[in-house]
């Protein structure tokens, strides 16, 4: 059985940790934000079936984020834990954002194991997904022909260039709020190598038009990495492998097993290098980069993310920066957003950083008239600080 993929949503890590550590033995993937923002990232990111989040959160409550999903991911069950809420946040809860269930804090593990196996039932019950799948299912060709690129620097700390960037896939369509639905629909459909295929083709026309230096990271779904025509002679990237980094996550392991040897093999055959992404986020972090053997790691955001203020987290970061080095690897810090995190990481020994604070993502047009000459320094401690 698939694993369900839980997120919840507090500002106080102690609480999410404990809860991660309560539903260890659930059948469920856990994942962690700190706040709305963070958690809209990984929703636009991931895909997600529950959202459990605290109400009491500075700038913006539980309640108001709790809406914004029920705008943007209807299909994602909402549970709201709050040690007080008053009868205007409970309106709000249950009117505006639809909330399945309220929790009162501290929730014993068996209760809140429940309240979600609950909302799974649930959700699986309505008829309302599998309505808009269905329009899904008549919007997906056309949506292939609304995709764009968002690019987003990653610099250099010893110099504060960008040294590279990732190029993710945004899509414009009606049927599709954001880029997850789309690959959620491409996963259901088994279609992920066209999506995969579109954006490598978008991809390969604006390779021409970057530095000649920077480094190009790509992701790759885990289930595409099988497909042949999209890594050999066939591929929209072929010519274009030496500059490219190609991102896979320990998901990877679980779609392809022994046989991501021989793809792996083949890329760096053809020049490209190996980046494992988002290091710290899965139970098989470890695992994977013993696997793979990449050529960088990505350090994720739920690492990253207050490392100048937790001893904890800087200590694992530290000892994953040092291993890696070891090992061999370049390390990449996802998800910086603060001048204090991003000082930190440096003295860490990163060797790259990537987040809001060094620049976000953004059309290849925002980089200036000659995109090819645009590689002037960001996210120092000057740039950065007057951001």
Known sequence: MQEAVVLLVDDEAL????LERALFAEPFRILS???AREALRILAREHVDVIVSDEQMPLVSGSELLCEV???YPEIQRIM???RASLATTIRAINDAAVFRFLQKPCATPEMAATIHAALDARGARGVVAVRRDVRDDAFDDALGALSLALQPIVRCTTWERAAVEVLARVHHDAFPSILPLLETAERLRRMPDLERAIF?????ILPR???GLEVFVNAHPSSLAVEALWD???PLAAWFPRLTIEVTERAMVHEGAGLDGVLAHLRARGARIALDDLGAGSSGLAALGAI??????LDMSLVRGVDTSSARREIVSSLIRLSHRLGMRVVAEGIETPGERDELVSLGCDLLQGYLMGRPAPLEAWGADPRRDNRPVGGADAADAA
Not at 293 to 298: N, T
């Open 201 to 205: 083709q978008q991809i390969a026309g």
């Open 33 to 35: 934000a700190s706040s």
């Open 233 to 235: 002679e066939r591929s």
């Open 81 to 83: 834990l709050t040690g």
């Open 293 to 298: 053997r990449p050529d960088v790691v990505k």
């Open 70 to 72: 029920r705008r943007r």
């Open 15 to 18: 609480v999410t940790e404990g």
């Open 210 to 212: 970057l530095p000649a």
